[in-house]
């Protein structure tokens, strides 16, 4: 069992939807916990963190972690086709090293 | 522009072939890593640095190797090619004392084909 799961997708959904990315982890210990952005041939650009649990906001964005339940979750608001890209979650073991999702291909349909 | 700088973007190698893939960054970051990207399997860190002359092997180090004698460089070696090692390869970077929790910055990578 991988320590972070994430469903690859793709996820299609209308412009305008709310969409809701998940990844659950497996270590208690895991305390930071990111999301990253991929566009098309392109390297991962970081699209919000978060320490500990509790909901961050950011614009049309809001990171949410359970960690009762692990459960790492982005929300994106008012999806725009630009939205379109694979959406990378990542946790932090006690050694400093992300521990990263397999990634969730997004597809925001015009 | 700042940030992390990788080259090449493309190359094709054959069996048994060695190369060098360079990443450089101009933001002073003391933390340097290599990771590999391939479908399905996410990504997997290679080698990292956490300074000038300070090397740490990652989860798939076999067939690579770094050297860090710079700050702001931090070469990958494919010692001989194989098959296996076709992927994208990223280096990313980030303030030591911050560790990547508040993020890496990423190169755009180097697609590498072994034929």
């Known amino acids: 069992q991988k320590e972070v799961e994430q469903d690859p997708g793709p996820l299609s959904v209308p412009e305008g939807a709310i969409v809701s990315l998940n990844c659950t982890y497996s270590n208690s210990a895991f305390q930071y916990f990111m999301w990253y952005r991929q566009y098309s041939r392109k390297g991962p650009e970081l699209l919000m963190y978060?320490?500990s649990s509790g909901n961050k906001e950011d614009g049309r964005f809001t990171a949410q972690v359970d960690k009762s339940s692990k459960y790492i979750s982005l929300f994106i608001r008012d999806s725009q086709p630009s939205d379109s890209a694979t959406y990378l979650c990542a946790s932090m073991d006690s050694n400093y090293q992300l521990i990263w999702g397999a990634g969730t291909k997004l597809i925001i349909k015009p | 522009n700042a940030g992390v700088t990788q080259t090449p973007k493309f190359q094709v190698l054959k069996t048994g072939q060695s190369m060098t893939l360079q990443c450089a960054q101009d933001?002073?970051?003391?933390?340097m890593s290599w990771y590999r990207q391939d479908p399905g399997m996410g990504l997997r860190l290679i080698h990292y640095s956490v300074g000038a002359g300070i090397t740490d092997q990652g989860e798939v180090p076999n067939g690579y190797n770094v050297s860090r004698s710079t700050t702001e460089d931090f070469p990958l070696r494919l010692l001989s090619a194989a098959p296996s090692q076709t992927s994208v390869y990223f280096c990313a970077s980030s303030p030591l004392r911050t560790r990547g929790s508040y993020g890496y910055t990423f190169g755009s990578g180097t697609r590498l084909t072994v034929v």
């Open positions: 933001m002073n970051h003391e933390y």
């Open positions: 978060t320490y």
